[in-house]
């Protein structure tokens, strides 16, 4: 996949990536890595061993996530006592851990090269599901039931699995709540705005497909283990979604075709019977794809409407606006296209506004 980075960076010669990063975790309140990163950005040796990453990937996402793992598979190093999922959530402050960050990498340097080499940030946000949840009612209201899902970019494919988490949308002190009830994963959203989004019974599911280039193997604890590193340590919520979402995938898991989305998605499309509705979506993956990945998307789905309608359901962010996405669903008929905003979603999931 062509990270957003790369877009900017070919677009921008003098943009400061590290820079970018930077104001990346201070909006994100992540303050363990903003430090390192403020060392890292005036460490030419530690940005350099960044930059041997794998064409296309985010050279602080690696890096950063290649130590994490290290030290979630149990490395011992005084830099643990920084990382709030490793020491019971304790925030250090008023101290700077970059110098014990360098001297860990220092010391597992031959580990971390072929991590860094190697690695690709295939994130899995369950909390997404909480924009999902509203989007798929709104497919079904138009399309019928029930759905065939085509998931473009799932990663380990939790959000394959949207249905079986419980949703509590929360405004003020009201609470409207989706899914099933004895769910095992509970997510919390906050609505904005004064519209409420569809609720009720999730649409019915005849099929759930996953096309992923580089999917997660959740039955290799090395690669859950990478997932998990890619989460940033001070977001303990964020880890604890997660493992609880692994839990449930690992007992019922979904279909997962590994390979070229693009490439694989004529024929995911071509097996759903023509008098029943398909529906492919994405959640934070087309805005990495390049100009020309996203006509080939876009003409895939105008060709296959020829033949029946199709409709597609998307959360994306973009370089202008951070943080939040706006949720579009696209209906393919006859060759043409429809478009309408649904609902503007936070990029982890925290809130939503409907629109529609």
């Known amino acids: 996949m062509i990270s957003v980075y790369q877009h900017v960076m070919a677009e921008q010669k003098s943009f400061d990536y590290w820079a970018y990063f930077l104001a990346e975790t201070e909006r994100a309140d992540a303050p363990l890595y903003t430090q390192i990163v403020k060392g890292i950005s005036?460490?030419?040796?530690?940005?350099?061993?960044?930059?041997?990453v794998q064409n296309g990937q985010p050279a602080a996402n690696i890096l950063l996530a290649s130590v994490h793992y290290l030290l979630l598979r149990g490395a011992e190093h005084p830099l643990r006592r920084f990382y709030p999922n490793l020491n019971g959530g304790e925030r250090i402050e008023g101290e700077d851990p970059f110098p014990l960050f360098k001297t860990f990498v220092e010391a597992?340097?031959?580990?971390?090269?072929?991590?860094?080499?190697?690695?690709?940030?295939?994130?899995?946000?369950?909390?997404?599901?909480?924009a999902l949840h509203p989007g798929f009612r709104a497919?079904?209201?138009?399309?019928?039931?029930?759905?065939?899902?085509?998931?473009?970019?799932?990663?380990?494919?939790?959000?394959?699995?949207?249905?079986?988490?419980?949703?509590?949308?929360r405004r003020d002190d009201a609470v409207i709540s989706v899914g099933p009830d004895d769910a095992a994963l509970a997510l919390d959203c906050e609505?904005?705005?004064?519209?409420?989004?569809p609720a009720g019974p999730s649409p019915k599911i005849a099929s759930r497909v996953g096309l992923e280039r580089n999917p997660v193997d959740l039955s290799n604890p090395e690669q859950r283990t990478w997932l998990k590193a890619l989460v940033w340590p001070d977001h303990l919520a964020r880890f604890a979604r997660l493992e609880r979402a692994i839990e449930?995938?690992?007992?019922?898991?979904?279909?997962?075709?590994?390979?070229?989305?693009?490439?694989?998605?004529?024929?995911?499309?071509?097996?759903?019977?023509?008098?029943?509705?398909?529906?492919?979506?994405?959640?934070?993956?087309?805005?990495?794809?390049?100009?020309?990945?996203?006509?080939?998307?876009?003409?895939i789905l105008i060709v296959a409407s020829l033949r029946r309608p199709i409709w597609r359901l998307s959360c994306?962010?973009?370089?202008?606006?951070?943080?939040?996405?706006?949720?579009r669903l696209r209906r393919y008929a006859d060759g043409r296209k429809e478009s309408r905003v649904l609902a503007a979603c936070q990029s982890h999931g925290a809130w939503l506004e409907w629109r529609d």
Not at 267 to 278: C, F, G, L, M, S
Not at 282 to 297: D, G, I, K, N, P
């Open 42 to 52: 005036g460490d030419a040796g530690l940005k350099e061993l960044a930059a041997r």
């Open 108 to 130: 597992h340097r031959s580990e971390l090269l072929p991590l860094i080499e190697t690695g690709v940030t295939n994130t899995n946000e369950v909390a997404r599901c909480s």
């Open 139 to 169: 497919v079904a209201k138009e399309s019928g039931e029930p759905l065939h899902l085509i998931e473009v970019g799932p990663s380990a494919g939790l959000n394959l699995l949207w249905d079986k988490y419980r949703v509590h949308y």
């Open 191 to 197: 609505l904005r705005g004064d519209k409420t989004p």
């Open 248 to 299: 449930i995938f690992r007992a019922d898991p979904a279909e997962i075709w590994a390979g070229d989305a693009l490439a694989l998605l004529p024929d995911a499309i071509a097996r759903v019977p023509e008098n029943q509705p398909v529906c492919v979506y994405h959640t934070y993956v087309v805005y990495q794809f390049s100009e020309a990945m996203r006509e080939a998307l876009d003409n």
């Open 316 to 327: 994306e962010g973009s370089l202008t606006i951070i943080g939040e996405a706006p949720m």
